[in-house]
């Protein structure tokens, strides 16, 4: 299988995975022959990714890093704790002052703290750090997102790519659990703005702006003082948009680019270290996911982007670690040939080299006039002078 545009899918495509909406329902199974109306219904709910698998692409799989059941299973729960603080239509404030009147009538916080929901937070962080336990190297793909339910998708693959890269510092069980808490829940703070600040694909007014720069803050709020979110998690949400650069939000907090592993302390004024790994976490899914206002970057794109940011705004001791454990260019992900004897061809990432994260093994698909072509399989570890690039098609 392999990862398409809905925009360039083709009637009789089959679906190579299922789509699953934010309730746990399979709206199309996988092995789904796709037609002109369920192209059409896909485009229109807001995906713009889908997988599709063939003859050539079949035996191409791509292993989730946790089961499909408790991905539901969390999506659900995370959708559920935010539906509690998530204000009627009549409700809806756009001020800052306001939102905080709100949180400190205390109202809120009361009916989260009493949410069963939030106490199936801890439970859900628990499973997911022992499903990822044993994995080394992730798929480095982000969920098939919809712009409607971003946030609780986003806090789960956030959630996830926090965690290995945790793990792999060497994190104890138990603060890799309150680090999955205050994933899960770090953009809490999103649900009381506007929810239209997030989804018109418009540029937004300084003060709108301003507004959104709040979310860790108001997250934070809304959190604090919940003993089953605890203060680790709380700050998670608090934290998860500072940088090292000191041009972070809310609070301007520093870092200092050193290691952040478990030992390291936090001094007053800068960023904890579980914060510093959330934030690369936070970016990179963010930049490989769709938006309202932009299409997504390719792996690959995204990590450039993240080189450039490392050491200004991300921790580069933390992002070299997070490049040994994502795929720059993941299986199931279309690339394009740049030198060579099939240069301009165009093929799918076939299989990640574990011990050399930037030379996967390409099967070739299309030749260089875009035609189907007998398939053939280049190890780029044995090809050391071929480069390729991220393309979606």
Do not use: W
Request: overall charge positive; hydrophobic content about 40%.
């Amino acid at each position: 299988m392999y990862l398409v545009s809905v925009k360039s899918l083709k009637p009789n495509d089959i679906l190579g995975k299922a789509i699953v909406n934010e309730k746990g329902q399979v709206l199309l199974n996988k092995g789904v022959k796709l037609d002109e109306h369920y192209i059409h219904i896909l485009d229109k709910y807001g995906y713009q990714f889908v997988y599709v698998e063939d003859d050539d692409t079949k035996d191409i799989i791509i292993e989730d890093e946790i089961s499909d059941e408790l991905k539901n299973k969390a999506i659900k729960t995370i959708k559920k704790v935010f539906d509690v603080v998530t204000p009627t239509k009549d409700d809806n404030v756009d001020d800052y002052k306001e939102i905080v009147k709100k949180i400190e009538k205390g109202e809120i916080k009361k009916k989260l703290a009493d949410s069963p929901f939030i106490k199936s937070i801890e439970s859900i962080a628990f499973d997911i750090v022992n499903s990822l336990a044993d994995i080394k190297v992730l798929n480095g793909l982000s969920s098939l997102k919809r712009q409607d339910n971003f946030t609780y998708q986003h806090c789960l693959d956030v959630t996830i790519l926090s965690v290995a890269l945790a793990n792999k510092l060497l994190y104890t069980k138990k603060k890799l659990i309150e680090l999955a808490k205050g994933c899960l829940l770090h953009d809490i703070g999103r649900i009381l703005i506007n929810k239209s600040l997030y989804t018109q694909p418009r540029k937004l007014s300084s003060q709108e702006y301003e507004l959104i720069k709040k979310h860790p803050q108001i997250g934070y709020l809304v959190l604090k003082d919940i003993t089953q979110v605890g203060i680790i998690a709380s700050h998670i949400a608090y934290q998860h948009h500072e940088q090292q650069d000191g041009l972070g939000y809310p609070r301007g907090l520093k870092g200092n680019n050193l290691l952040p592993t478990p030992d390291k302390s936090t001094e007053e004024g800068y960023i904890m270290p579980l914060a510093e790994i959330v934030s690369i976490a936070n970016i990179y899914d963010a930049l490989v996911s769709p938006r309202a206002y932009r299409s997504a970057y390719t792996p690959d794109q995204a990590f450039f982007i993240m080189k450039r940011l490392a050491g200004t705004q991300l921790n580069i001791e933390a992002f070299r670690v997070f490049s040994d454990i994502i795929p720059i260019y993941p299986i199931g992900t279309t690339v394009y040939i740049l030198n060579g004897k099939y240069k301009n061809f165009i093929g799918v990432v076939s299989k990640v080299n574990q011990e050399n994260l930037t030379r996967p093994t390409i099967r070739l698909l299309y030749n260089s006039s875009k035609r189907r072509t007998t398939p053939l399989e280049i190890d780029l570890v044995k090809n050391p002078l071929i480069n390729i690039a991220g393309i979606i098609i």
